[in-house]
């Protein structure tokens, strides 16, 4: 992970050192675009009953840009996200109960995430923006090893933050965000909050 993270520390800086140097071409955006974007989900369920450690996931999605000045917009979307989480010996210790047995007790948990980001233009550029907002995310579908019929782990949804940094060439957009979650997803009890964290890293179009 600190590979690809720094990775794409020098991309992003190469390419903000171009849109500095280069704003006569790149200045011009229009009022509306939209696109499509897909890339990498670094994430990890926070709790004590869970494993420290980032798990690599995949997210894809498509969104709306509206350019309101040469400074703000505001960029709706709607994401299918997928994340991973996997119990540690505390968990099992606590929540033994609810699992047939076996001791990796991995869940996959599938959402659809709807994010509602503000958009700031840095520099003399319309290229290089700060993003930040919330994000509602609505599951799908979870599934977890060995866990017995009918128990239900995790809440239908919940909301995050995110902020991040957004890079919008003519045609090829690129960025990186940080999402914390703020909603307790524990369904099963209150003696344990769990919260989920992501470091999003993509690639797409604009159109």
Do not use: C
């Amino acid at each position: 992970m600190q590979k690809a993270i720094l990775l794409l520390f020098f991309v992003f800086t190469a390419l903000t050192v171009f849109s500095q140097r280069n704003p006569s071409s790149m200045d011009h955006e229009n009022f509306f675009r939209a696109g499509v974007k897909g890339g990498v989900n670094l994430n990890k369920m926070n709790g004590k009953s869970y494993k420290q450690g980032f798990n690599y996931n995949f997210q894809a999605g498509a969104f709306l840009q509206f350019n309101f000045s040469r400074k703000l917009g505001l960029q709706p979307e709607i994401n299918f996200v997928q994340s991973t989480a996997e119990f540690s010996e505390d968990g099992t210790d606590i929540y033994d109960d609810l699992f047939l047995g076996g001791n990796q007790k991995k869940s996959k948990l599938n959402y659809l995430e709807v994010p509602l980001l503000l958009n700031y233009n840095l520099g003399p550029s319309r290229r290089v923006k700060i993003q930040a907002g919330p994000a509602y995310g609505g599951l799908l579908k979870q599934t977890a090893d060995s866990l017995k019929a009918g128990v239900k782990l995790y809440k239908n949804g919940e909301w995050s933050a995110i902020g991040g940094l957004w890079i919008q060439l003519p045609v090829v957009n690129i960025g990186a965000r940080y999402k914390l979650g703020l909603t307790n997803v524990n369904a099963v009890d209150s003696r344990q909050p769990w919260k989920n964290q992501a470091i999003q890293i993509f690639i797409g179009l604009t159109f």
